[in-house]
């Protein structure tokens, strides 16, 4: 298929958010389609740095996105990296694998299998009261005010204080894993990474060493926390080696707030603009759980994951040659039409919903089961006071062709 026009690997096109008008023309014409690469400008050393990105195939069905993400022996997380941005260098690119996401079985499988011997739906289950109480507090605090900024004091902070208490790290810590997880998801944005390869290197540091620290210190006295039993956990016999706890580790601590964080922004921003749903939701708490998982699909926090063709394969009906670039847009497969009645409708009702905002195959999300209890104990706190949720200001968009989220969004609950 010929290539079409919008520029989807670059980051201002997300400024005022998804493109979804062009990703549905695009499942409409082209759903796997070439996207010409562009250039990116970068800062080392107080130095400009201009790197051209790759052209990519741009996977936009629902079907196709499902059919590439469970096959990891065609459609490589490993060959150069899960992420859309290429890799500068053979170091970057080593520290992309060493990440679970950039990871193909068999590593992937054993590593995974570290992480999901503890970090399960019962682990969530043991922590519902302490979530329940955190939300109780970040709603009393929010509601009370006359204006707040509800990314910071409500869906920021929620999974924040989540985190802490599921690592073992004191709460006051918080704030570091914020400014990490901002730096790296946010490098595009003027506001946070800036583009400056300097600020992502110093971000790994600083966490690489915080996350030893605090390593060694759970070898020493382990305690009921995901920090201890990643450090003392075995799969096959042996524990994990210092690097990989520690890419282990930042990969817990900005996935474990940053999709949360952006699915609640994003469904306060739909709600504060829609007293309908607002006061619908108001008076049927029941609704809850079926209204977060439709802001799920709706938000889609990670809009996409990049894999590398890894022979000559057909896909949705194009022919993609071994080593290309595949980029799967979970944002366009969760708005399919041919999946998906009134695809463009906000349904808290709406069932089935098979939404891959979580992914799916074998890097589905491990966090699932703790996100979704996140945000809907939040919103069931925030219930009885969503008929009086307004904006008033506009909000601030994160400059990312990765993430979908927001940096500000002003509300007052009357």
Same mark, same amino acid.
């Given at each position: 298929? *010929?290539?079409?026009?919008?520029?989807?690997?670059?980051?201002?096109?997300?400024?005022?958010? *998804? *493109?979804?008008?062009?990703?549905?023309?695009?499942?409409?014409?082209?759903?796997?389609?070439?996207?010409?690469?562009?250039?990116?400008?970068?800062?080392?050393?107080?130095?400009?740095?201009?790197?051209?990105? #790759?052209?990519?195939? =741009?996977?936009?069905?629902?079907?196709?996105?499902?059919?590439?993400?469970?096959? *990891?022996?065609?459609?490589?997380?490993?060959?150069?990296?899960?992420?859309?941005?290429?890799?500068?260098?053979?170091?970057?690119?080593?520290?992309?694998?060493?990440?679970? =996401?950039?990871?193909?079985?068999?590593?992937?499988?054993?590593?995974?299998?570290?992480?999901?011997?503890?970090?399960?739906?019962? +682990?969530?289950?043991?922590?519902?009261?302490?979530?329940?109480?955190?939300?109780?507090?970040?709603?009393?605090?929010?509601?009370?005010?006359?204006?707040?900024?509800?990314?910071?004091?409500?869906?920021?902070?929620?999974?924040?204080?989540?985190?802490?208490?599921?690592?073992?790290?004191?709460?006051? #810590?918080?704030?570091?894993?914020?400014?990490?997880?901002?730096?790296?998801?946010?490098?595009? #944005?003027?506001?946070?990474?800036?583009?400056?390869?300097?600020?992502?290197?110093?971000?790994?540091?600083?966490?690489?060493?915080?996350?030893?620290?605090?390593?060694?210190?759970?070898?020493?006295?382990?305690?009921?926390? %995901?920090?201890?039993?990643?450090?003392?956990?075995?799969?096959?016999?042996?524990?994990?080696?210092?690097?990989?706890?520690?890419?282990?580790?930042?990969?817990?601590?900005?996935?474990?707030?940053?999709?949360?964080?952006? &699915?609640?922004?994003?469904?306060?921003?739909?709600?504060?603009?829609?007293?309908?749903?607002?006061?619908?939701?108001?008076?049927?708490?029941?609704?809850?759980?079926?209204?977060?998982?439709?802001?799920?699909?709706?938000? +889609?926090?990670?809009?996409?994951?990049?894999? +590398?063709?890894?022979?000559?394969?057909?896909?949705?009906?194009?022919?993609?040659?071994?080593?290309?670039?595949?980029?799967?847009?979970?944002?366009?497969?969760?708005?399919?039409?041919?999946?998906?009645? #009134?695809?463009?409708?906000?349904?808290?009702?709406?069932?089935?919903?098979?939404?891959?905002?979580?992914?799916?195959? !074998?890097?589905?999300? %491990?966090?699932?089961?703790?996100?979704?209890?996140?945000?809907?104990? %939040?919103?069931?706190?925030?219930?009885?006071?969503?008929?009086? &949720?307004? !904006?008033?200001? !506009?909000?601030?968009?994160?400059?990312?062709?990765?993430?979908?989220?927001?940096?500000?969004?002003?509300?007052?609950?009357?």
């Amino acid at each position: 298929m *010929p290539s079409v026009t919008m520029g989807l690997a670059d980051p201002a096109t997300y400024a005022d958010g *998804p *493109p979804h008008a062009e990703f549905a023309r695009r499942r409409r014409e082209a759903p796997v389609a070439w996207v010409e690469g562009v250039l990116l400008e970068r800062h080392s050393g107080g130095s400009a740095i201009v790197q051209r990105q #790759d052209g990519y195939w =741009a996977v936009t069905r629902h079907r196709a996105v499902i059919e590439a993400s469970r096959a *990891p022996e065609v459609f490589s997380s490993s060959a150069r990296g899960p992420f859309l941005a290429d890799p500068v260098s053979r170091g970057d690119l080593e520290r992309n694998r060493q990440l679970l =996401a950039g990871m193909d079985p068999p590593e992937h499988t054993r590593l995974r299998r570290v992480v999901t011997s503890v970090f399960t739906p019962a +682990t969530a289950r043991r922590m519902r009261e302490s979530i329940v109480d955190h939300a109780a507090r970040v709603v009393a605090r929010a509601v009370a005010g006359h204006e707040v900024d509800a990314v910071a004091a409500i869906a920021a902070e929620l999974p924040l204080l989540v985190l802490a208490d599921l690592l073992g790290i004191p709460r006051q #810590d918080r704030g570091l894993f914020l400014q990490w997880s901002n730096h790296l998801i946010g490098f595009d #944005d003027p506001a946070f990474g800036g583009g400056d390869v300097a600020v992502v290197n110093r971000t790994f540091v600083e966490a690489f060493a915080y996350a030893i620290e605090a390593g060694r210190a759970k070898r020493r006295r382990p305690a009921e926390d %995901l920090v201890s039993r990643l450090v003392t956990a075995e799969v096959d016999g042996r524990r994990l080696t210092e690097t990989e706890f520690c890419h282990l580790w930042l990969l817990l601590v900005v996935a474990g707030h940053e999709t949360t964080r952006h &699915l609640v922004s994003g469904g306060l921003e739909l709600l504060a603009g829609r007293p309908d749903l607002s006061n619908q939701l108001a008076g049927r708490p029941d609704l809850m759980a079926g209204a977060v998982d439709e802001m799920l699909r709706w938000v +889609t926090p990670i809009m996409q994951f990049r894999r +590398t063709a890894q022979r000559e394969v057909e896909l949705d009906g194009t022919r993609i040659s071994a080593g290309d670039k595949v980029v799967l847009y979970y944002i366009s497969a969760n708005r399919d039409e041919s999946v998906f009645v #009134d695809a463009d409708r906000f349904d808290p009702g709406r069932s089935p919903n098979p939404h891959l905002a979580f992914g799916v195959g !074998p890097h589905f999300c %491990l966090g699932s089961h703790l996100a979704r209890l996140e945000a809907t104990t %939040l919103f069931q706190e925030l219930a009885p006071h969503l008929a009086r &949720l307004r !904006p008033t200001g !506009p909000p601030l968009r994160l400059r990312s062709n990765f993430m979908n989220g927001l940096k500000t969004l002003p509300v007052t609950f009357g």
